[in-house]
């Protein structure tokens, strides 16, 4: 069946530093990837998308890659900042939008 | 603009008591999702509007789950009779249109607990 993983459920990084979550996919036939931050009480907020014609894309402080042979993207805070600390989600859509769990991402003065 | 809007934001029944959530997409966004997220898992498809019509709802337990969006706009997600097992996040999400390239909004969720 289609799925979208995470591979670690946890990060913890030094305010200031840059943050890296990775994501698997399984479905070689999806084209298209979301990125989303959820903070405690609230739902998922958009961050940045890519397209599968694209191997990277850069946001406010965010970078989205793509690698397709391996079916693996990655999402790249620079500059870290307490405000960032949230659970990360990657999610594909198609006509469904199918999330991973989601990475943790914890933000130490 | 205003985003995707949930109500209520937090609702405690008793189990096998009814229970609904009511959803306000994005104007003009064409599609409408509910979903489901437990404590520390990510979101999970239960239902998918395309307009009026559901799409996708193979995920929904239709014994106890059902859903409407009469005018393609508004959406209600019941659930009857509740079970302790429902506790959880019901998520709104709404977009222009189902197909690949559009981004989904989501609404702030209702936080659901049953007891």
């Known amino acids: 069946g289609e799925s979208v993983g995470l591979h670690l459920p946890t990060l913890s990084v030094q305010e200031g530093d840059n943050s890296i979550i990775n994501c698997a996919y399984s479905n070689s036939a999806s084209d298209y990837f979301i990125w989303y931050k959820q903070e405690s009480g609230k739902g998922p907020q958009f961050i940045i998308d890519i397209r599968s014609n694209m191997d990277k894309r850069q946001g406010q402080r965010v970078t989205v890659l793509l690698n397709k042979t391996v079916k693996h993207l990655s999402l790249q805070i620079a500059a870290t900042q307490p405000g960032d600390s949230a659970v990360y989600f990657c999610?594909?859509?198609?006509?469904?939008?199918?999330f991973g769990q989601g990475t943790e991402l914890s933000v130490k003065p | 603009e205003a985003g995707v809007v949930q109500s209520p934001r937090y609702k405690i029944i008793e189990k096998k008591q009814p229970v609904a959530f009511w959803c306000n997409p994005i104007s003009g966004h064409n599609t409408l999702y509910w979903y489901l997220q437990n404590l520390g898992q990510g979101p999970e498809l239960l239902i998918r509007y395309e307009n009026e019509e559901a799409v996708d709802d193979s995920q929904l337990p239709k014994d106890r789950f059902s859903a409407e969006r009469l005018k393609g706009v508004d959406s209600t997600l019941k659930i009857q009779p509740a079970e302790l097992g429902d506790s959880a996040v019901y998520l709104c999400?709404?977009?222009?249109?189902?197909?690949?390239?559009?981004?989904?909004?989501f609404g702030q969720g209702t936080r659901l607990t049953v007891v």
């Open positions: 999400a709404s977009s222009q249109r189902g197909d690949r390239n559009t981004e989904a909004f």
């Open positions: 999610a594909e859509k198609g006509g469904k939008l199918i």
